[in-house]
DNA sequence: CATAAATTTGTAATCATTTCATTTATTAAT
DNA sequence: ATTAATAAATGAAATGATTACAAATTTATG
């Protein structure tokens, strides 16, 4: 995705793809590693000049209400934002802190038998130790 | 379960059972609704003597790390503990702010293909409005 | 009982997030 | 283009949950 799709992007879900909207929104897709509000900012400080932190909760809070990004709440401290909403896992690793995402279809998700009750969001998300920190551990 | 069941569950898991641990688990397994820590500091304040903010901490945290409470992160500012460490889903109500518990079998629960990775913990959580609080919407 | 070890307490510190008034950028109208 | 009106970004200060820590208290042990 360039600049001229993010802009497109966000305008058809209703939000105005002001400058630092679309450099957080390119910053969240390319990466994609679930960043902190901290990472995002120790990130594009060098490249936007004069960016203020409370302008990346706001443009953040603004994603997420008009859904195109999600708020992960897996550590109690810290919340971590994705650019995929589509139906999907996470995995947190302890050690390294990293996420990961894995694919659940849909039809996989389990439906709780709730009546009446309107769903609007589904979480799914796992903690424990991921491949890589597993094997430094062995070795 | 009454004192003395509670005691014993929490010696077979490891922690001693003190007083304030005792009556902090009886409260979580006997009113089940997921409290945060004010809401269990506001209420057991008046039953037990001179209790502090930071014991629930402490008593918390060892519970979690016991294996004896989960931490509930579902919504980013607030943790909520519940006593119940089975396999099972968690709605939350946005209008009243209610957390739900709902069964979810294990087999159920979707597998991610994550090769080498150590899952210690499984979380499933969805959000919306609960059916008594649509009813009063739509009333 | 007396002593040592573990727990609880309360205050202060920390950290993420929000509030708010001011400044700056963007849009629309002239 | 210029200007006026509107929306967004900024930074400092406030908030609120959680943690750190030293002192006081409780619990277990000889």
Redesign the interface.
């Known amino acids: 995705m360039d600049q001229q799709q993010i802009s497109a992007y966000l305008l058809k879900n209703g939000v105005r793809p002001l400058q630092k909207r679309v450099k957080i929104m390119n910053y969240l897709v390319s990466k994609r590693n679930h960043p902190t509000v901290d990472m995002i900012y120790s990130d594009l400080i060098h490249e936007i000049n004069g960016l203020s932190k409370t302008t990346i909760y706001n443009v953040l809070n603004l994603f997420v209400e008009s859904n195109v990004a999600l708020?992960l709440?897996?550590?109690?401290n810290e919340?971590r934002y994705d650019a995929d909403t589509s139906a999907h896992?996470h995995?947190k690793c302890?050690i390294c802190t990293g996420i990961?995402d894995?694919?659940?279809k849909k039809e996989?998700?389990?439906v709780?038998?709730?009546?009446?009750?309107?769903?609007?969001?589904?979480?799914?998300?796992?903690?424990?130790?991921?491949?890589f920190c597993?094997?430094k551990i062995e070795a």
Chains 1, 2 share one sequence.
């Open positions: 708020a709440n897996i550590e109690g919340i896992g995995f302890k990961i894995f694919r659940i996989e998700m389990p709780p038998m709730l009546e009446g009750f309107r769903i609007d969001e589904q979480h799914y998300y796992l903690k424990g130790v991921c491949s597993a094997n």
